[in-house]
C-alpha cells in the first residue's frame, strides 16, 4: 500500500486538487481513498489497474463532499473579485470553456479524465463503470460538440454575434 501511495497518490491528488479548492480537503480525500482501499484490499488485488480503482474512490468521495456541500448553506463571492488576467487576453480560452460547460456531465467527466487526469480509456471505463466502447462513444461525441460549437462561436465572433452552441 505505501509503494501504491508514492507511485499513485500524486494522481490522486492532482485529480481532486484540480476539482477542489481547498488543498487540504484534497489531502484528506486521498488519506480517504487509500483509507477506504486498505479496508478492502481484495478488491484493489482483483482490480485490473489499480490506479483506475483508486481514482474511482477518489472521485466518490469527491462527489459525496460536493452533495453534502449543497445541503450547506453556500457564501457568495464579492463582487470585486478580479477576473484571471490570463483569460481576459485571450478570449478564445472563454470560447473553450463556455464550449465545454455546454458539454452534457457525462461527456464532460470523461473529456476531462482523458485530457486533465491523462486517464487511458480502460482506465476511465474502469474508473467510471462503465464500458470501454461507452468512454470512445462519450469522448467521440464531446471532441465533434466541442468542434461545431467552436466553430459556431469562431463565426459568429467574426460578426460580433453571440450565438448558442451544442
Keep these: 500500500m505505501e509503494q501504491l501511495y508514492r507511485e499513485i497518490g500524486p494522481d490522486i491528488r492532482a485529480y481532486l486538487?484540480?476539482?477542489?479548492?481547498?488543498?487540504?480537503?484534497?489531502?484528506?480525500?486521498?488519506?480517504?481513498?487509500?483509507?477506504?482501499?486498505?479496508?478492502?484490499?481484495?478488491?484493489?488485488?482483483?482490480?485490473?489497474s489499480p490506479r483506475a480503482w483508486l481514482l474511482g474512490i477518489a472521485r466518490n468521495l469527491f462527489r459525496e463532499h460536493v452533495r453534502k456541500?449543497?445541503?450547506?448553506?453556500?457564501?457568495?463571492?464579492?463582487?470585486?473579485?478580479?477576473?484571471?488576467?490570463?483569460?481576459?487576453?485571450?478570449?478564445?480560452?472563454?470560447?473553450?470553456?463556455?464550449?465545454?460547460g455546454e458539454?452534457?456531465?457525462?461527456?464532460?467527466?470523461?473529456?476531462?479524465?482523458?485530457?486533465?487526469d491523462d486517464l487511458c480509456y480502460a482506465e476511465i471505463a474502469e474508473m467510471l463503470g462503465i464500458p470501454i466502447g461507452t468512454v470512445r462513444s462519450r469522448l467521440h461525441q464531446a471532441l465533434r460538440r466541442l468542434r461545431l460549437c467552436l466553430m459556431v462561436q469562431g463565426e459568429a465572433g467574426v460578426r460580433g454575434v453571440k450565438k448558442p452552441c451544442c
Excluded at 479548492?21 to 479496508?39: G, K, M, V
Excluded at 445541503?71 to 463556455?98: C, G
Design 103 to 116: 458539454l452534457p456531465e457525462a461527456q464532460r467527466e470523461v473529456l476531462a479524465l482523458r485530457l486533465k
Design 69 to 100: 456541500a449543497a445541503r450547506r448553506r453556500t457564501v457568495e463571492l464579492p463582487d470585486d473579485v478580479a477576473e484571471n488576467p490570463a483569460t481576459e487576453a485571450d478570449h478564445r480560452l472563454d470560447l473553450i470553456r463556455s464550449a465545454i
Design 17 to 48: 486538487r484540480r476539482r477542489l479548492i481547498d488543498s487540504w480537503l484534497a489531502d484528506e480525500l486521498l488519506q480517504e481513498t487509500f483509507l477506504i482501499a486498505t479496508r478492502d484490499a481484495a478488491s484493489l488485488e482483483a482490480a485490473g
